[in-house]
């Protein structure tokens, strides 16, 4: 009897310290979940709020050839909608057909963004709309040629009237414009926000495990944390290349070869992956992470080896896969002539 009677002791005692232990995590996890939540709105500045006009222009002009200097490159031909806004290649084309230094970025989710471009050398959406329309290797078109161009389009000349009443076509409402359309470019709800609405079957167990490791031993998200996965600052995570990033926008010996942590939202349709575009899957990445990173005075202090285990890695990608979404089809404008 006693043998048994102890035994059946045991079996509860464990169960019970089983059920707070389960519960005491059940506790952690909502935890992590509650810092992953969605937000509601879309956030526009005030100094240009959202209209309808204005999204509407934008997109057209996004996708306009006639914003380059040969009338043959959009914004969409590097932040193609096809490819989550990239162009699946490790640097894009510009033009004339060169090859740019740096990977092209998504322009997803970027209306919560603080600084753009890998090295946030530009401010704001408004300001950054206009670098690539001018810049050398990629649209090289000169600002007031192109608005010549657009004042002979009277299509546009009606667009931004209505846009802008009384301004018309200048450079900064060109860069309202396609700013406003930008913002609305917001990944839709994916299976891992259904899980964090409380749809405990929207995701599968390895990736659960995945996202306790992205929160706990793989450190990710002490950078990429928020519901877009980013804390929109920079980093040296050693990547072997000469680039040094952030540190050439503000000479600050800490900031060398640091680079802004990019949202990782519908990531495993955005490869490559790094400014440099040198990784070319998400199992690439993690084994970057695990131990593959170059060791130098500007690591992050965040970049330790993991040892993570090959099942460990599993659930780690398994886990960033649920963050792609279905996004609705972007349709082509019809542009005005
Ligand atoms: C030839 C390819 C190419 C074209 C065309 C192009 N871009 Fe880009 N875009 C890039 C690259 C590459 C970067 C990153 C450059 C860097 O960080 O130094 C970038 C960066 C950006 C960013 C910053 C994203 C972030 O996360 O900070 C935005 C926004 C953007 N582009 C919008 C546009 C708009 C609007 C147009 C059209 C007016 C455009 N791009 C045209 C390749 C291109
Ligand atoms: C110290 C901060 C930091 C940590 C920790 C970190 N990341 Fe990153 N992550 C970044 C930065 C910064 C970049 C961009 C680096 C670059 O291109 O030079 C990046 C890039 C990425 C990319 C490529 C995104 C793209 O658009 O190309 C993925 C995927 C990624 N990280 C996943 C992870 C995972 C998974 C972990 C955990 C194993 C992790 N990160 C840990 C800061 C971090």
Redesign the pocket.
Known sequence: MKPKISRTMIIFVTVIAASMLSSLANADSALMRDGFKRPTDIPFPEENGYTDAKAVLGKMLFFDPRLSRENNITCASCHNPSFAWEDAQTTSVGTPMSRLGR?T??VLNLAWGELFF?DGRSESLEEQALGPIQAGGEMAQDLDLLIAELKAVSGYVDMFEAAFPREGITAENIGKAIATYERTIVSAKAPFDHWIEGDENAINAAAKRGFEL?NTK???A???DGWNFTDWS??D?G?GDADE?RYEVLDIDVLKH?????G?RN?NE?AP????GSLAT?EE??EH?DSGFVKRASL?S??QE?NLTKGEKHD?VAF?KTLSSNDPQVSLPKLPN
């Open positions: 990977h970025p998504t890998w992205f793989a450190k990710c002490s950078c990429h920079f980093h995570i990547l990033g640091s680079f802004k942590t990019p990782l990531i955005r992956y790094m400014h440099n998400l990445v993690v992470y992050s965040e970049m993991l780690l960033i």
